[in-house]
């Protein structure tokens, strides 16, 4: 009956009741032994058009393809910025730039699922369950990461997602907290809030049942853990300005937890609205503003910090190569995610280049898809959060290649 | 909610169906173990209510003793004797919830789907854009999945599919999505009325029980169209009757069908055959267009971007070819469970024998269709046996053969004592359940009538040994402390938040059944804002009466709160943080949000 998760808290309980230390000296203890690695996961919801955030201005086939929306070469008006003489970022990401040529900043291209699924909701469901083409999987490839390095110091803070709910790739054994909002996490309780709190959490501790009681207690260390921080006074450093969209929001609120120093290890935020089919111009422009500046802020912010922090973004599946007679494009399948990080070998576009020419392309429509997007997760997971073991993280895929995104 | 004369009567009225009942030969009732109590005690009576139904409301438990477990047992297992007009003129208050697929098409969906069709053709042909040739309607997805705004993802209608024109909606369009919106509100808040009101309490756990088995999820795409008669039509009706009928109802509704994607299976060889067709029509269109229009600039050049989309469509339609996802899920979830010896082969035979069960125009609610053109004739071998029935009779078959094998009965006799029972349920329940199933031929009335009547549901140890789901927790405390609910929306808000929001399991799993899948850190606390908010009045629509639940926070109070809120079940601790409350409100607070309430 007891599974593994009630062993170990129980277990971190014994500890703490014989008089070992209380979590502020394991804390600190841990922060002198190894460094906490953090991975931040950003999703693009609705299939962002790789081709146009990174865009390959260097292939002839993409200008032919796109007579009204290929974003022109670098150089001319809302031309794109080179990055290595063959992709560029869309304009609108300048923000990354710097990132990029100081090594920060690493583009997976032609990246994504070997499942042909069109579907928005079926893609998504993959790339966050971690099983393309398995719809019945219940638990996400973050969780199963955190199910496989579950630790007796983890603390309740140690997977977030800054979303109203449990995204499907935090779902799972392993705990994992969705919170919309820092300030709105803990009871509302009115005048007498604390009597209230300090009521529920000595119930909790006399519970009975054996999974109830160790997550109150879980739960109200975590509410005083965050009680225990100023909230309202966040002022991000290095002049970093966050953009005033609920994602840019999200990324503040993680740098908030990460220098808090709360035990955060996995983060997730998310961003909408990439579902261009028609007029896809100014709208990706002001949607890849949001998102660039998003991750340019946050990493502005961590400054030092993001020696032991990644970025790593994500969308169901690209578009089509050729736009549609509404100056959009429809559901395709390769795309680019972007890793930034400290631990990152950046200035690179990673992954092997299909081509756009139409016998290269996907059912001779989409960017073909070079790199599995579990070989960049998998990579990620070892390289940069120093996993050994995560043959349970991908049931019946072992990754084909490393692309060597991560270094030393 | 309860009318106590009216009850009484009804009570008398069902004791006596009972004795003509149980003077009827009954299929294996009389070998199987009965561990129903002659003279229940309280605990028992509460017992019954908390896993028969959403838990007692006031006056429930005496109700129970009154008429005898049994005797309630027996009423609950045939919904259809219990009159309930409170609850029907409830009803009355959500109109879409008996329409049919086609009205709520029509006239909920449909007039936003076109005004969104208009605002992206509008947003295509802006003046400051060079202009467009007028094509498809934009968020038209490749396998006919419409993006509607409906696909959202956890939930957040801001996420993915959410129509990029958002910002710029017109009057129009905004009230035209409140229209299509109002179907899975009704939907939601019916379902919500349902489970605190309905005296066919049994009915209602089992709806969401078998809808939870067979589940579909209103986030993706046309599904949200076709959900209200799914509940309605194709689960409902068949809770305590035949599960073959509840398997064929699901495996041909237009919900499931969508959801799983069978609706696109097509037989590969089929579909190479029609876009060869298709192709050539076309070319002959290309090549009269040419002939006739020459000179006079009117003719679709052949290498004209229409003239490609329109091959690139025929072309994608041609790669179209089987779908195994509705094969593999129709064995490892709706019946054999996994690990149950089959095998990709069998996957693959059974996704063969149903190619061709289509939906007729799935963008506008059009029904079940069989489809012969796609269907693959050849014969198929499944689970060893031959189908070769031809036809939809193929279908037919492998539905037959998995209704009725024997991993099916356990798979099934296992969620149900799961849910009904406990956790790990007892192999030798397990056992006898899957027994009646295969002796009935799957007789659902029979089959819940052996676990609710069973020596290990009346057991010590199955006795709150359940950590109820969030949609138990939020019904089980608004019926048990009787408030007024006026508006069920609170409740929907509060199961979003929860977790739990109704219609929303992504997975084909549905939700899980166990308290690992419903005890973490951030849904204990909601949990206990949802006790405060109920008790502090701040659920719009859902009133409850403080003065009667708890005039003061007198010692005399606090112990009858502890009777009608945890069924006379607290330990020492929460009694002595009830003491130090200032207020009955917090009183009521800390009984509901207390480790005791959790349980059922």
Known sequence: ?408 | MTNCPRVFGRAVAAVAIVAIVLGAPGVDAQNAPSGVPETADAATAAHVLNRLGYGPAPGDIARVQKMSVAAYIEQQLHPDRIQDPALEARLDAYPTITLSTAEIARDYYGPADALRRQAQQAQANRPDRPAAAAGAAGQTMAGGQTMAGGQTMAGDPAMAGAPPQRPQQSPELQAARRKEQQILQDLMQARLVRAVMSERQLEEVLVDFWFNHFNVFSGKGQVRVYLTEYERDVIRPNVLGNFRDMLGAVAESPAMLFYLDNFQSVDPKAAQKQADQQLARMQQAQARARARGRGRGQAVPPNSQQAQQQAQRIQQARNRGLNENYGRELMELHTLGVDAGYTQDDVVAVARAFTGWTIDRPRDGGSFQFNAAMHDNDPKVVLGQTIDAGGKMDGERVLDLLATHPATAKFIATKLVRHFVADEPPAALVERVADVFMNTKGDLREVTRAVITSPEFFSAEARRAKVKTPLEFVVSAVRASGANLNNPQPLVAALRALGMPLYGAQPPTGWGDTAEDWVSTGALLNRLNFALQLSRGQLRGVRLNVRQLAPDTSQSSQDALVQKLLLGNASTTTRETMAKAESPQQLIALALGSPEFQKR
């Open chain 1, 1 to 408: 009956m007891m599974n593994r998760r009630i062993f170990l808290k129980n277990g971190s309980l014994a500890l703490v009741s014989l008089g070992f230390a209380p979590a502020f000296f394991t804390r600190a203890a841990r922060a002198s032994q190894a460094r906490r690695k953090v991975l931040v996961t950003v999703f693009q919801r609705g299939a962002v058009d790789g081709l146009n955030m990174i865009v390959p201005f260097g292939e002839k086939a993409y200008y032919q393809a796109r007579p009204s929306i290929a974003i022109p070469q670098p150089g001319g008006p809302g031309g794109a910025v080179d990055l290595d003489g063959f992709f560029g970022l869309h304009p609108r990401m300048a923000s990354l730039e710097p990132f990029f040529k100081r090594g920060e900043l690493a583009i997976v291209h032609a990246t994504g699922s070997n499942d042909p699924t069109r579907s928005h909701f079926d893609a998504q469901d993959y790339m966050e369950s971690g099983t393309p083409g398995r719809k019945s999987t219940r638990d996400g490839w973050l969780n199963r990461y955190l199910h496989a390095r579950e630790h007796e110091e983890a603390s309740a803070f140690r997977a977030v997602s800054l979303t109203q709910q449990l995204p499907r790739a935090l779902q799972g054994r392993s705990p994992a907290l969705a919170i919309d909002q820092l300030g709105r996490f803990g009871l509302r309780a009115g005048d007498r809030g604390d009597m209230m709190q300090s009521s529920f959490e000595s119930q909790y501790a006399a519970a009975a049942d054996e999974l109830l009681k160790p997550t109150g207690k879980e739960a109200f260390d975590a509410v005083k853990q965050l009680q225990a921080i100023d909230l309202t006074q966040y002022a991000p450093r290095n002049g970093a300005v966050y953009p005033n969209s609920p994602y840019g929001q999200a990324l503040k609120q993680i740098a908030q937890l990460i220098k808090a120093d709360m035990g955060l290890e996995v983060a997730f935020a998310e961003t909408g609205n990439w579902d261009h089919h028609a007029n896809e111009g100014p709208q990706i422009a002001n949607r890849l503003d949001d998102f660039a500046n998003g991750i340019a802020a946050f990493a502005q912010d961590m400054g030092d910090g993001m020696a032991d922090v990644m970025v790593l973004t994500m969308s169901e599946f690209g578009r089509t190569v050729s736009e549609n007679g509404n100056r959009g494009t429809d559901h395709g399948h390769g795309n680019a995610m972007l890793a930034l990080g400290g631990s990152v070998k950046g200035g690179k576009v990673y992954g092997a280049w299909p081509g756009l020419e139409r016998e290269q392309r996907y059912q001779g429509r989409d960017l073909a898809i070079t790199t599995d997007f579990r070989d960049v997760f998998s990579e990620v997971l070892r390289s940069h959060m120093g996993a050994k073991d995560i043959s349970g993280v991908f049931p019946g895929y072992s990754a084909t290649k490393t692309l060597g995104i991560i270094g030393s």
